[in-house]
């Protein structure tokens, strides 16, 4: 059964791992590659990745992408969204900390200092349109 507007909204906020999707072109599957990701509850969803990956180009192609959240424990739950880029642009320092933070705390400024060998930081960030839930556990 999928979850009511507020409770996909806060399970989004929380710091899953997510599953970026993105067309990869004609004759072949989407791109599905794991990200971190930032979100609060009635906003715009966005990730930092570098800005000469495979990820990005495709983004950039095709203008929009998909992402999927969810858990396992206690129980299945899942939200998923899709939506048009609304902001791509080079990641200031402190949005690269802010993402890094969410998902590894203390470590967060170690990791940034190493992926600064990734290349420039891209901001890309979308506009929810179409989502998409569940919660398969017991009522």
Do not use: N
């Amino acid at each position: 059964m999928g979850l009511p507007e507020t409770e996909r909204q806060e399970f989004l906020a929380q710091p899953h791992i997510g599953a970026l999707a993105v067309g990869a072109g004609p004759d072949r599957g989407p791109l599905v590659v794991p990200v971190w990701y930032g979100y609060e509850p009635g906003g715009s969803l966005w990730v930092v990745t570098p800005a000469d990956s495979v990820k990005t180009r495709l983004i950039e192609a095709a203008g929009r992408f998909s992402l999927l959240a969810e858990q396992s424990a206690p129980r299945v739950r899942y939200v998923s969204v899709e939506g048009p880029v609304t902001e791509s642009r080079e990641a200031t320092e402190d949005e690269h900390l802010a993402i890094a933070r969410r998902y590894l705390g203390d470590g967060a400024a170690a990791y940034v200092e190493m992926a600064a060998g990734f290349g420039v930081p891209l901001l890309v960030r979308i506009e929810p349109q179409l989502w998409y839930s569940a919660d398969l556990g017991p009522s």
